[in-house]
């Protein structure tokens, strides 16, 4: 297959969807990017790259950062976070706070806000520096030790994350963390706010496609836990829409408000899309299109 092809008959695919949906302007600095870009990338298993459009354009990863945070706490802590944190869909928008009043603190899963802010606070506890462990990993994984966290981003998201304030108390007021709130509210934001490539994170997340094994020839995550990060992206990664995105790209997935989206198709490679115009439920438009084409043309979704 000629995959560079591939990706720029996507790119040209999708051109009608680029700009579509809004900007994440509840952050005011994601509110400021301009939403007329896009940009796609997949990195072999084998540690192959290609890359169309905007993919070396950096952007606000956001809440994909989560799947790494996650990565280390597994393979440092074990099962432990599982006492902490359920894996099941939530069905609600990713800063719902109404589900976890009803289920005594303990969030949905690890990919919606609360659920991340319960793993950022065992890696800070585990680490010392959550943020700076997470920025470890993909500068590792990435190659590129320029991948660096934008604080006006960060300082941006603190200043009116009023909602994740409040999702952190109740964690706290349910004895669900191990951290000052405003530490573990700093880390998590610092975290979200990592600025990289289509590229940097296509090759970031190839272990996932590689069974655990990392940029260095060692082992990120074990392959079990490979395979279970991968099956809490598919069903949980893109929020309340997580169905609607199974369906149409059936892979495992994790987006971020920045607009960018990582898929993988085990065992073969990693893809990473940006666009920043977000649907309802906070997934880029132009995104999800672009993996809906990927997988329809070449087959490769988990289904
Ligand atoms: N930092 C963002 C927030 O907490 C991440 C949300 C996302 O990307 N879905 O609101």
Redesign the pocket.
Known sequence: MDIQNLLEDITGAVQPQIGQGQV?G??PQLGAVDPHQFGISLVTKDGEVFSAGDAHVEFSI???SKVFALALVLSSDGDGIWKRVFREPSGNP??SLVQLESEDGIPRNPFI?AG?IVVTDRLLSLTGDAAGAVRALMRRESGNALVDTDHRVATS?LES?H??ASLAHFLASCGNLENPVDEVLES??QQ??LAMTCQDLALAARFLASNGLGAEGELVLSPAQTKRINAVMLTCGT?DAAGEFAYRVGLPGK????GGIVAVVPGKCAISVWSPGLGRS?NSVAGVAALDEFTTRTGWSVF
């Not at 987006?255 to 920045?258: H, L």
């Open positions: 994440a509840y952050i956001q809440s994909i990713f800063n806000n991340a998201e994350g909602r994740n998590y934001a979200c706010a929020y987006s971020g408000v920045g906070g």
